[in-house]
Nanobody, 116 residues
């Protein structure tokens, strides 16, 4: 079993920055990809960025390329999402997901609000 805990959300103005953290505990070796998703009311949860735990290979949604950076610190079992040049449309609840084959683990989410 794996537990994921997000932190770092908050409110910023357009153009500001935030760094989200996703701390994993439990049987961390049960996951090989950590992803960040976001969701606004009435819409489906969408992928923002992902990173593989071992190799560090990254994937980004087109809407955040060049502005967001996903990274990992395996010594702390933590994945980060550095968000720069934030826009109002980045406002959402951000969720961390750990996955390996058919297994998925989700965090509780953290709210990000970007005001214009």
């Amino acid at each position: 079993q794996v537990q994921l805990l997000e932190s770092g959300g908050g409110s910023v103005q357009t153009g500001g920055s935030l760094t989200l953290s996703c701390a994993a505990s439990g049987i961390v070796s049960d996951i090989n990809v950590i992803s960040w998703y976001r969701q606004v009311p009435g819409k489906e949860r969408g992928l923002v960025a992902a990173i593989t735990r071992v190799t560090g290979r990254t994937t980004y949604a087109d809407s955040v390329k060049g502005r967001f950076t996903i990274s990992r610190d395996n010594t702390k079992n933590t994945v980060y999402l550095q968000m720069n040049s934030l826009k109002p449309e980045d406002s959402a609840v951000y969720y961390c997901k750990g996955s390996f084959e058919e297994n998925e683990y989700w965090g509780q989410g953290t709210q990000v609000t970007v005001s214009s």
